[in-house]
């Protein structure tokens, strides 16, 4: 196995900071817009586009959020959740096929 | 920018700041910049630490190369800002704009090393499709790239998946060619801190 390298810890402590820290969307909206899982509308439609296809977010997106009660500071912060979450798990799915075969190789 | 707090919600600081930069660049501060300013102990201050040590940090891979990476990134994500900016910086880091072009035109055919290439195209698959697997990574490994280069070039990715996703999701605004060009000596000459 690759030990835990310095550019997957500061990954890891971002991850943790939008998580769990201070943030004016609750810990489980930031975690749901994190895992694109579990969202109602019309959150669900910004978060699975940012996840999945950011070059489609529109105008739109952003203003059915803000009718439906979310603030500017409560959208800033689930787009980065959304964002950070995607990238995580694309980040995670290299590693854990880079250690697939590191895996091989010692056994 | 879609939100209006990232266009004028900065402390007065900031906004000064901004208007030294402008000032001195003369070119527009541009929304990458800004971004990692508005409230950066939820986002800026770490996503910058990151960044930094994935695209300045000690590596095998050059400052070029991983230029190149976030480069070749951005264009599979379609991400037009990003696409400029480090093909940019790429350009001035590699001093060799033809073959930046051509690895964003065409990998298959760019002129690069094999191991460039295959680390680019698990890359490129793994952005476009979320998935990779062993095969993969043995291709890569066979055309001589080390674990760590591996994992060192995975952190570029997630770098620009990250920085892609929010430049299209808040909708950054695509810069000059003089714009970007000021911007990649700027990366180049100070990093991402």
């Given at each position: 196995m690759l030990s835990e390298d310095k550019k997957r810890a500061a990954y890891r402590a971002l991850q943790d900071r939008i998580l769990n820290?201070?943030?004016?969307?609750s810990p489980e909206q930031r975690a749901r817009a994190f895992g694109n899982d579990e969202l109602s509308q019309p959150l669900a439609g910004l978060v699975g586009k940012v996840a999945t296809?950011?070059?489609?977010?529109?105008?739109a997106d952003f203003a059915a959020a803000r009718a439906a009660g979310f603030s500017e500071d409560q959208l800033f912060e689930l787009v980065i959740c959304a964002a950070v979450g995607q990238s995580a798990r694309l980040y995670d799915a290299g590693l854990a096929a880079l250690a697939d075969v590191v895996g091989e190789e010692e056994r | 920018m879609r939100l209006e707090i990232l266009n004028s919600g900065y402390r007065p600081g900031t906004k000064l700041l901004f208007a030294l930069i402008q000032l001195f660049s003369?070119?527009?501060?541009?929304d990458a910049a800004k971004l990692v300013f508005y409230?950066?102990?939820?986002?800026?201050s770490r996503a910058k630490e990151f960044t930094h040590e994935a695209?300045?940090?000690?590596?095998?891979?050059?400052v070029a190369d991983r230029e190149l990476m976030a480069a070749y990134v951005s264009t599979v994500n379609e991400s037009a800002f990003c696409v400029a900016a480090h093909s940019a910086t790429a350009r001035q880091a590699s001093q060799d704009g033809p073959k930046v072009a051509a690895v964003l035109a065409d990998l298959e055919t760019a002129p690069v090393g094999d191991g460039l290439r295959a680390t680019l195209r698990m890359l490129g698959r793994l952005t476009k499709e979320g998935k990779v697997d062993a095969d993969d990574m043995r291709q890569v490994l066979s055309a001589g790239v080390t674990r760590q280069q591996v994992a060192d070039a995975l952190a570029v990715s997630a770098a620009f998946n990250t920085t892609g996703r929010l430049a299209d999701a808040f909708g950054f605004a695509v810069l000059s060619p003089e714009g970007f060009e000021a911007g990649a000596r700027y990366l180049l000459k100070r990093g991402y801190r």
């Open positions: 820290g201070e943030g004016r969307a296809r950011p070059t489609q977010v529109t105008d | 003369r070119q527009p501060v541009p409230r950066p102990d939820f986002y800026g695209m300045r940090g000690p590596s095998a891979w050059s």
